[in-house]
């Protein structure tokens, strides 16, 4: 029987367009349930698509400041967030969600 060989899958290959990453975010929180450690991730991986250096700079950020903050062992703080967002070329919006009461 033959082996089968894998390699790693890394996200940040597939993300090439601001449409990509945009879609690849939303459905990130979609999943993410409330876990801003989940966001922080899927910040980090589209950051690294982009180019981490190019992010820090954008954002104000060490290099190795913002790898802490999106590495998703830790919920980065909202202010670093949006740095990362408009560094990224990314917005937040809000939606108005049913509630049953």
Excluded: W
Aim: glycine share 6%; proline share 2%; hydrophobic share 45%.
């Amino acid at each position: 029987m033959a082996k089968t060989i894998t390699t790693r899958y890394d996200v940040a290959e597939h993300l090439r367009t601001p449409e990509e990453m945009a879609a690849y975010l939303e459905a990130c929180f979609e999943e993410a349930h409330g876990d801003a450690a989940f966001i922080a991730k899927a910040l980090g991986d589209i950051a690294r698509a982009k180019g981490m250096s190019q992010v820090a700079r954008d954002a104000g950020l060490s290099r190795e400041s913002l790898y802490k903050a999106l590495s998703g062992e830790r919920s980065p703080t909202f202010d670093t967030i949006l740095k990362v967002m408009g560094a990224l070329g990314l917005k937040l919006h809000a939606e108005a969600v049913q509630v049953n009461r």
